[in-house]
């Protein structure tokens, strides 16, 4: 019996997380330090975008584009604003981080790296994705400026990585 009592115990931390704890943890993955920068690729069916994506911990970002058709290319954010800088242009284009610029993706989807100050949790559920055990989190936005108003996020239960 007392087995059982401490294998429970020991479990309790991976049934009793709340969607906040969740989401922290998720953006501990996606923006480890207080300034960092990372490669990303945006696919999407006949295409693909690579961008170099240069962040702070105050939220700002600059992304700056990488494959043949974006080389030039930058997207700065600041705060909710967003603007383009188009190569042989003087000045930047102001626009939405809900804009489609990137694909299927929007500049915001893509320079915003941390969940929990944008988004809320609405709903927690245990949902498999691909035979892994994972959290299924319903997100609505905080603000209107935030790219998606709803998102739902797959994350895996074992090592909080976000999966889709």
């Known amino acids: 019996m007392r087995a059982i009592v401490l294998l429970f115990t020991a479990a309790l931390p991976l049934l009793a997380q709340s969607g906040e704890e969740i989401l922290a943890r998720v953006d501990r993955l996606r923006h480890p330090w207080p300034v960092f920068t990372v490669e990303l690729t945006v696919k999407a069916p006949r295409m693909a975008q690579r961008w170099k994506v240069s962040a702070r911990e105050n939220g700002d970002a600059r992304l700056d584009g990488l ?3 974006e080389k030039g290319r930058a997207v700065l954010l600041r705060g909710d604003e967003m603007w383009l800088l188009l190569p042989g242009t003087k000045r930047p284009v102001k626009v939405t981080p809900q804009q489609r610029m990137m694909g299927p993706a ?18 927690v ?4 994705l691909d035979g892994r055990a994972c959290w299924r989190l319903e997100l609505v936005a905080k603000r ?17 990585l976000p999966l889709k």
């Open 144 to 160: 209107p400026a935030i790219s998606a108003r709803q998102v739902v996020l797959w994350v895996a239960k074992e090592g909080s």
């Open 106 to 123: 929007a500049g915001g989807d893509v320079a915003r790296t941390r969940f929990r100050e944008d988004y809320s949790v609405h709903a």
């Open 67 to 69: 494959s043949e058709k």
């Open 125 to 128: 559920a245990d949902e498999p």
